[in-house]
């Protein structure tokens, strides 16, 4: 089993520390007190790397400005569809606690996807790291709870990841360590304790020709009985006597989670098997009660809506529910998010954005805009474009400061698809896939280097307008994830429910790359 262990999540211990060994985590110990870090992350937008990959699996690399190599393996069925992956490498982590600093980071969107199975990131830096003082790293969102994430067993700077987010490695001794063993969110607590214990084995065993330490399956499956009896448990016992949302959700989401890391652990046979069937009437009480409330509100109900997604998906991911299941009916969803009114076939959507790009003394200006013609699919509340369709370039200003000159600009135009999701409140998330990297809008120019620089003149390519959008939708999606809305996407601002709905929007945003941004949408339906 321990061969196994080190894909689970975050943290380092004491244990086997040659400076003062750790005590045994003691039972009843979860939930903990929170204690998170947040820092500062900033990503190297102009090395940001793109594809899509779907249920066969795939894998995707990236450069860091310092020759870092990141590979990501994804492996066949470790997602259910496509969906565009995009690693950013990270150029500093601001105010991280480490005395060794940061070794190398890389960021993954969309923020938030999970997988079914484990994914590999690898991290080849161009020299070496000194393996004692290598310390694996996670972050949330833009630098929220800052954690210790375990590294695999042997020399080789690899990690398994069951969700995305943000990783990497840094170099610390011990003592810097205890700062980030104590992070908010209730998952990755269970994550950094186990987390604690792999990292400490892996230590041990590379100092000791591969011999991890004898009680480490002893104190693993203690760490998963405290967290169960005191955290699982008593939320699946709450969820069974209440038709509070939350409470429902929760449960859902926490038991969810522990099945999954069990499973991958080799549990099955222990406390998975008595969780199991706890589990499954808390996602039938929560799909049958969130229809009933969801059917009764004029508009159908947002909260009511995504618990029934959450246990649906559940249950067919941790039960293997056939899809057509009448316990966790996918028209009832549809019905829920349509509240009980009939959502237009086809759409055509006008899409216009102007972004003010500034970094390293390059100010870019930028418009682009596409028009798009979207159907609805399979009677959801999903529609998307059928076709590729064009992106185009309709002004590309460049400037900066100093002696650095830019000329022959040129924007070179792209090729996307477009989903539009109506949530159950009516509201509208916009999600997009470029085709390739060849898809994603490019920026030519001429860089005239400064005379006392050495002179000379070279062409050079980037994505600004595509960072912008990325980092926009970040945004959004990161404020989903904190108010806990199950929103998709960007928020376009527009909505089809309760009608006669909201068809035009202007966003305005801004961030470290883009100094202003402006989206502007127009909907229109079609008969």
């Excluded at 899509?52 to 259910?80: E, H, M, Q, W």
């Excluded at 700077?157 to 170099?171: A, D, E, K, N, V």
């Excluded at 369709?389 to 460049?398: K, M, S, W």
């Excluded at 002696?403 to 949530?423: E, F, P, Q």
């Amino acid at each position: 089993m321990i061969r196994h262990l080190s894909f689970l999540l975050l943290a380092i211990s004491l244990a086997g520390c040659r400076d003062k060994p750790a005590q045994p985590k003691k039972a009843g110990t979860f939930p903990l007190e929170p204690n998170p870090v947040k820092v500062s992350v900033r990503r190297d937008s102009l090395r940001t790397s793109s594809a899509t990959v779907g249920p066969a699996g795939g894998t995707i690399t990236a450069a860091g400005s310092d020759s870092t190599r990141f590979t990501l393996t994804i492996p066949p069925k470790a997602l259910d569809g496509d969906s565009t992956i995009t690693m950013t490498p990270v150029s500093a982590i601001e105010g991280l606690p480490l005395s060794g600093g940061l070794v190398a980071a890389v960021h993954f969107e969309p923020e938030g996807l999970r997988f079914n199975l484990p994914v590999e990131l690898r991290i080849d830096p161009p020299g070496d790291a000194p393996v004692e003082q290598q310390v694996g790293l996670g972050y949330l969102g833009e630098g929220k709870d800052l954690h210790l994430y375990p590294l695999d067993r042997g020399r080789a700077l690899t990690m398994r990841l069951l969700h995305f987010s943000g990783y990497g490695i840094g170099l610390g001794a011990m003592v810097d360590l205890l700062r980030l063993l104590q992070p908010a969110d209730p998952r990755a607590q269970l994550e950094a304790q186990i987390g604690a214990l792999i990292a400490a084995d892996r230590r041990l065993a590379l100092e000791n020709d591969g011999k991890g330490d004898p009680q480490f399956g002893t104190k693993l499956s203690k760490l998963f009985q405290d967290y169960y009896d005191h955290v699982v448990l008593p939320k699946i016992d709450a969820a069974m006597h209440t038709d509070d949302w939350h409470v429902m959700f929760d449960a859902v989401q926490t038991a969810t989670d522990f099945t999954r890391i069990s499973a991958m652990l080799g549990e099955e046979e222990s406390m998975l098997a008595k969780l199991l069937p706890l589990l499954e009437p808390v996602l039938v009480r929560g799909f049958a009660r969130a229809y009933n409330r969801c059917i009764q509100k004029v508009g159908g109900d947002k909260e009511a809506g995504m618990l029934m997604i959450v246990a649906r998906n559940s249950a067919m991911t941790v039960f293997q529910v056939a899809a057509d299941d009448p316990r966790f009916s996918q028209s009832k969803i549809d019905k829920c998010f349509a509240g009980g009114t009939p959502l237009p076939k086809h759409l055509e959507l006008s899409f216009e954005s102007v972004f003010q790009f500034e970094q390293g003394g390059i100010q870019a200006k930028m418009t682009l805009g596409s028009t798009l013609k979207l159907d609805q699919t399979g009677g959801t509340t999903t529609y998307d474009t059928k076709d590729w369709t064009p992106l185009v370039y309709r002004g590309f200003e460049l400037g900066g400061s100093g002696c650095t000159k830019y000329t022959n600009a040129i924007g070179h135009d792209g090729v996307w698809r477009v989903s539009l999701m109506v949530h159950p409140d009516g509201k509208i998330g916009m999600t997009w896939n470029f085709r390739a990297m060849d898809g994603v809008p490019t920026e030519k120019m001429t860089i005239i280097n400064c005379p006392q620089g050495g002179g000379g003149s070279h062409d050079s390519d980037a994505r600004w307008w595509w960072a912008c959008l990325n980092q926009i939708s970040s945004q959004d999606v990161e404020q989903a994830m904190r108010e806990g809305t199950g929103y998709i996407g960007l928020a376009t601002g527009m909505r089809l429910l309760p009608a006669p709905g909201i068809l035009a929007a202007d966003l305005k945003r801004n961030d470290f790359l883009c100094k202003e941004g402006v989206i502007s949408l127009r909907l229109k339906v079609l008969p």
